[in-house]
């Protein structure tokens, strides 16, 4: 399958020309092999004699071998005429266009613009498509073997691939080839205003969830959402919160993770109460005048214990319930939670077994509505791409992100105590070397805290790292070191994303599901840029099937 840029679902037809435009383009994407790209509406622009000429290539075919194929695609009725084939345009403003001159005139923009950009070994063909009429011979102008007609449209990719010569240009050139069709400048990027743009564009792309699901209504007011990672799950919450603060409804929301619960504070409004389920437990123990300490290592047991004993005998005053990571939770906590609702109380629990890797049990929520969705939008098309590839989910995941973004980069170390700590800061040294800041990235241990070689270093690669201590103030929050690069356990940075994330000390005897869920989640927090350091035995399981 071909690729298509932009991706073809970023498509919105507005007329029956502009549908049948899209339908041919389908029809490339699927006959076309994995190793040619196709580029669509491409805008060019050209100077002559200080005069600057514009148009639009209606899809611009790269084969494998660097070399081009144009072609300039025509739906509804052309017209021969007397000297020439025309296309009538029905507005009032559009002059017939002589289809053949057209077609030249792009070619040679084509030659033009490849010279100017030094691509002079590129071959350029050019392929008119009249795809709901039929010819029966060609002219002086334009030969009948580079005009495919309605009767041809089943062997398109067939004649896309014949129309190109056999030579092969270095790798090297195709990819120069791929960026100027892309419009990508050779400049020095600024790294922050590139991820800020990504960041916003997935952010709106991911408002569909936060659109439709609360228009759902439901007699029993309980709703199961079943939504992988970077699927905007967040800003459903946040949606919901904002509505119930709005509309001066009591609100809560329970999460498990405390950076995620730290994430929706600072987002939603002050109205509503958030916390996770351990500091909700810690908050009902202190009401009922149990005063936690939180230097007895099972404090955080004995507070759920003492939560779910007492639940039931709390007053039901929420009208909304939003309980997040939904995975990572007991059956026993969330019917407890349950009972704060109001007998007209909605209740929306949301997770991703996926992401599954504490070992809970599984639950069922009698006549929820059940909502599912497999679109991540957080995550570069080429992240998600290596997601499936390597099966780590169980279905794949559909990538929704504009960004297509890089394939993640696999550092292999040797197993041993400072390998892979050896390996993550060669890889820091290199992204630095690339512009990237600290403040962009976070390192995230699949190793744990306890057994984590890079979580009992104060700096690497020359910079200080800002880590969780273990420790805890008397208000139950976590203590921090202070630093310039943020290095956590992957357990803990679950339900939050950063730019670009290092996952590293990536070292497993068996690739168990358990081993497959923790890549996820951490392959998954990546919204710009994926990095791995692994073991040498990590990667030959991981990879045993490609």
């Keep these: 399958m071909a690729t298509i840029h932009p991706q073809i679902f970023t498509i919105h037809p507005t007329s029956a020309g502009s549908y049948r435009e899209r339908d041919i383009l389908k029809m490339l994407e699927a006959g076309l092999p994995s190793n040619f790209d196709v580029f669509h509406s491409v805008e060019w622009s050209t100077m002559h004699h200080d005069h600057q000429s514009f148009g639009e290539f209606d899809a611009v075919v790269v084969a494998p071998t660097g070399h081009l194929v144009l072609l300039e695609i025509k739906a509804g009725q052309v017209v021969a005429t007397a000297q020439r084939l025309v296309k009538f345009y029905h507005t009032a403003s559009a002059k017939p266009k002589d289809v053949e001159f057209q077609a030249r005139r792009q070619h040679s923009a ?170 909700h437990c810690v908050n009902l123990s202190r009401k009922l005048g149990f005063e936690p300490d939180f230097n007895v290592p099972q404090i955080w047991q004995e507070t759920v214990n003492h939560f779910l004993e007492n639940a039931s005998t709390q007053p039901a005053r929420l009208d909304l319930l939003i309980v997040d990571e939904s995975q990572d939770f007991e059956p026993l906590w969330i019917e407890a939670l349950t009972s704060r609702l109001k007998d007209d109380g909605r209740l929306y629990v949301m997770g991703d077994a996926e992401q599954q890797v504490y070992g809970r049990d599984a639950f069922d929520l009698a006549d929820a509505v059940q909502i599912s969705s497999r679109d991540n939008f957080r995550s570069p098309r080429k992240v998600v791409q290596a997601i499936n590839q390597l099966k780590l989910t169980s279905e794949p995941v559909q990538a929704r992100s504009v960004f297509a973004g890089q394939v993640p980069g696999f550092h292999i170390y040797v197993s041993g105590k ?115 350091v692994l073991s040498e035995r990590s990667a030959t399981l991981l990879m045993s099937d490609l």
Excluded at 201 to 226: C, D, M, Q, Y
Excluded at 229 to 236: D, E, F, H, I, T
Excluded at 443 to 455: D, K, N, P
């Design 418 to 532: 400072s390998g892979g700590v050896n390996a993550l800061e060669k890889c820091l040294k290199t992204l630095m070397s690339e512009g990237v800041a600290p403040s962009h990235m976070v390192i995230l241990t699949f190793a744990g805290r306890e057994h984590s070689e890079v979580m009992k270093r104060d700096t690497l690669a020359g910079i200080s790292l800002k880590k969780f201590t273990g420790r805890y103030d008397s208000a139950g929050n976590p203590l921090w070191t202070s630093g310039d690069l943020l290095a956590d356990t992957l357990y803990r940075f679950k339900g939050k994303s950063a730019p670009l994330v290092v996952l590293c000390e990536v070292d497993f005897e068996q690739l168990a599901e358990k081993e497959l869920r923790k890549l996820f989640v951490g392959f998954t927090r990546a919204e710009f840029r994926l990095e791995c």
């Design 110 to 279: 084509m030659l033009d613009r490849l010279s100017q950009a030094g691509l002079h070994e590129v071959h350029v063909s050019h392929l008119l498509v009249l795809a709901d009429q039929t010819i029966d011979k060609g002219t002086i102008t334009y030969p009948r073997e580079r005009i495919v007609d309605a009767t041809q449209l089943d062997s398109l990719c067939s004649l896309v691939k014949d129309a190109i010569p056999k030579s092969a240009l270095p790798d090297a050139i195709r990819v120069r080839v791929l960026d100027f069709l892309a419009n990508r400048f050779e400049l020095h990027p600024d790294t922050a205003t590139h991820i800020g743009q990504v960041h916003r564009a997935n952010i709106k792309l991911a408002e569909g969830l936060a659109t439709w699901v609360p228009r759902i209504s439901h007699s029993g007011g309980v709703f199961l959402i079943e939504a992988t990672a970077g699927s905007g799950k967040s800003q459903l919450a946040l949606a919901l919160l904002r509505e119930a603060a709005n509309n001066n409804l009591r609100a809560a929301y329970v999460c498990y993770n405390r950076p995620l619960a730290d994430h929706i504070t600072s987002l939603a409004p002050h109205s509503v109460e958030i916390s996770t389920f351990h500091e």
